[in-house]
């Protein structure tokens, strides 16, 4: 683990409008800044509910955003970004609206092209346009972080681009925005943004100014997320997932993920499992593996969750598990629509993520990997 002394660096949006009712701002803050012409990227749902942002002048809303986009999806969003030449980009939505509302805000009008860019810090210049982020989830965090991510179709791997360009000018969490998620979505995500902040915390990177966040990010789920799938219109515990979800987006940027999201992309590219439910089936998995590399960090990890676990393997598991199948959370490989035979490829294709692997606290083999996902199946 990272000692107290070694460099890291910290980014966070200019701005954070955090609460509830406060998504009219956004409005606000454009007027002020003089932006007359905004482009809103966002999914269909949340593009009937625009108008609550407010925003001043002429609004132009691409309303495509697939879950898991990939290139095509990105391709037609900058078709319209061209044709729009908005000076505001809003992310509106979850974190894949949000992920291609920052590839467009660099890329729009840009001599660039995604494969230009894949990378970390590749981005040539200073965007053009505005910024902003409204997540209308709790789960990715993507409103306070540098990456984006699509998926390329011929190969069925995440591209991922990272740049300090990417960051936004600013970012409106207002958790009323998630009382219309559906309980099964609410869980699962909600188990994203924790494992956000458990992969942080245990990562070969972790360090102390990270794990503020991270560990309260964990009790914040710990805390408020069975509420909220109980009961979606309860405002302190959706504004309680909304700051999880918050604090995982700041781990992401200095220390990011690891074998957790490694294992869970494969899920998504290839058999097109939502990304909240692809990590939460295999968190207790990982974190399991992870205990004897991390087994005080793991416990805290226990604690903060409110779980009962002893410090061995097989007791983190169980209880880990039963947290996640406990929220309604389909636990099995198999009744996702994943075949067995397709096991071996989905091993290869996570062990090839070596940006997340190299950050985890043990070694995972291809084998490991593979064990994993019979013991997932």
Same mark, same amino acid.
């Given at each position: ?10 980014v966070?949006?200019e701005?954070?409008?955090?609460? #509830?009712? #406060? ?17 809103? !990227? ?6 009937s509910?625009?108008?609550?942002l ?6 132009? !809303?691409?309303?495509? #955003? ?10 037609? @969003?900058?078709? !319209? ?6 000076d ?28 230009? !860019? ?6 040539? %210049?200073?965007? %053009?346009?505005?910024?902003? %982020? ?16 699509? =998926?390329?179709?011929? =190969? ?5 681009v990272?740049s ?16 219309? #998620?559906?309980?099964? =979505?609410?869980? &699962? ?8 902040? /458990? ?12 794990? @503020?966040?991270?560990?309260?990010? /964990? ?21 309680? @997932?909304?700051?999880?979800?918050l ?5 992401? *940027? ?11 992309y ?9 990304? *909240? &439910? ?34 061995? %393997? ?8 039963g ?6 959370i ?6 996702? *629509? ?17 940006? @997340? ?12 990997i ?5 013991a997932?199946?």
């Amino acid at each position: 683990m990272t000692s107290l002394s070694a460099p890291i660096t910290i980014v966070r949006p200019e701005i954070i409008e955090f609460g #509830v009712g #406060v998504a009219a701002k956004l409005g606000k803050w454009a007027g002020a800044q003089g932006f007359s012409r905004a482009l809103v !990227v966002s999914d269909a749902f949340n593009a009937s509910r625009v108008d609550i942002l407010e925003l001043p002048g002429r609004i132009t !809303v691409f309303s495509q #955003v697939k879950p898991e986009p990939d290139t095509d999806n990105l391709d037609l @969003l900058l078709s !319209v970004a061209n044709e729009a030449r908005a000076d505001l980009i809003v992310g509106f939505g979850g974190g894949s609206a949000m992920d291609l509302a920052k590839l467009a805000s660099v890329l729009s009008g840009s001599a660039q092209t995604l494969r230009d !860019v894949v990378g970390a810090g590749k981005v040539a %210049q200073r965007r %053009q346009v505005g910024l902003a %982020q409204v997540p209308t989830t709790s789960g990715t965090g993507s409103e306070a972080g540098i990456r984006a991510l699509v =998926t390329d179709p011929q =190969t069925q791997a995440k591209l991922a681009v990272e740049s300090i360009h990417m960051l936004a000018d600013i970012a409106v969490i207002d958790p009323s925005l998630t009382f219309t #998620v559906p309980a099964t =979505t609410t869980a &699962a995500t909600g188990v994203d943004a924790m494992a956000h902040c /458990v992969e942080a915390f245990t990562n070969r990177k972790a360090h102390p100014m990270i794990d @503020l966040y991270a560990i309260e990010g /964990v009790r914040l789920v710990g805390h408020y997320l069975a509420r909220a799938v109980a009961d979606g219109s309860d405002a302190e515990a959706r504004a309680g @997932l909304s700051l999880a979800s918050l604090y995982g987006g700041f781990c992401l *940027g200095p220390v990011n993920t690891a074998g957790g999201h490694a294992l869970a992309y494969p899920l998504g590219t290839r058999w097109h499992v939502a990304h *909240g &439910a692809a990590n939460a089936l295999i968190f207790p998995h990982v974190l399991a593996f992870n205990t004897p590399a991390v087994a005080e960090k793991t416990s805290k990890v226990i604690e903060a969750l409110n779980l009962k676990a002893a410090a061995d %393997q097989a007791s983190v598991f169980d209880a880990t598990f039963g947290f996640c199948a406990g929220l309604g959370i389909e636990m099995r490989l198999s009744a996702l *629509g994943v075949p067995a035979d397709d096991l071996a490829t989905m091993a290869d294709d996570a062990y090839a993520i070596r940006r @997340l692997l190299d950050n985890n606290p043990r070694e995972l083999g291809r084998d490991d990997i593979l064990a994993i996902y019979q013991a997932a199946y």
